[in-house]
């Protein structure tokens, strides 16, 4: 879906008879840093092809009855169409599009030392003795069901006009729907990733269907 999503927009664009402003430009914003592309069909209408992506990985340890170490990986972008309507012909614009969103949040964790489960005082464990292989592993990845994002917002400044270098600001939102989370464990970990649990963390993300974007951005005229 994603790549054909692409697909479709470059090939809006190159179908368009090269006779008015083409533009490109650069972002960052809350879907990480982006390219667009712009042709202006009209001193009123801009068709543009949108591209963001940015993804983080963090790595950490930490120490509660035995230390674990935790890995997790972000990714956050998007690729789509949109459609720029000035109403006023001047920099004010509406912006509506379909978007591929890229959203995805990977995360595990594994204990790297030994649980004793009874008296461990003394540095000897009075009891039972779990190996990090019996205590098992976690993770969860969330993302949301639809790749598919349609967007709507308001922007100021042209990607394709006729200065040739020009400001951009833009505020609006991703409808993806609810993201889901899915729970992994095994070993004794396992009862912390059962269908309850992962039923009441999705409970508590269902309020959560619209992404922000906020970005800034410099256009030059090509």
């Keep these: 879906m994603n790549r054909t999503l692409l697909f479709v927009a470059l090939a809006t664009l190159t179908a368009i008879p090269a006779s008015g402003q083409i533009g490109i430009a650069v972002r960052a914003g809350t879907l990480g840093p982006g390219i667009n592309i712009a042709y202006g069909i009209s001193p009123k209408l801009a068709v543009r ?3 963001s992506y940015l993804t983080y990985t963090h790595s950490d ?15 956050i972008g998007a690729v789509g169409v949109m459609l720029d309507f000035h109403p006023f012909s001047n920099f004010l614009r509406l912006t509506g599009g379909l978007t591929a969103n890229l959203f995805e949040v990977n995360g595990n964790g594994l204990p790297t030392d030994s649980y004793c489960f009874g008296d461990g005082d003394a540095g000897a464990c009075d009891g039972k003795l779990f190996a990090p292989n019996r205590l098992g592993s976690f993770g969860a990845t969330l993302e949301y069901s639809s790749s598919v994002a349609p967007y709507a917002g308001l922007g100021f400044g042209r990607v394709a006009g006729e200065s ?4 951009l600001f833009d505020i609006g939102a991703l409808y993806a729907g609810s993201p889901t989370i899915d729970l992994q464990a095994d070993g004794l970990l396992a009862p912390t990733a059962s269908p309850e649990q992962e ?6 993300l269902e309020s959560f269907q619209w992404y922000p974007v906020v970005s800034i951005g410099l256009a030059i005229r090509i």
């Design 49 to 51: 092809a949108t591209g």
């Design 61 to 75: 340890s930490f120490e509660e009855e035995v230390t674990i170490e935790v890995e997790g990986d972000a990714t």
């Design 164 to 167: 040739r270098i020009g400001f």
């Design 199 to 204: 039923e009441k963390l999705n409970q508590g």
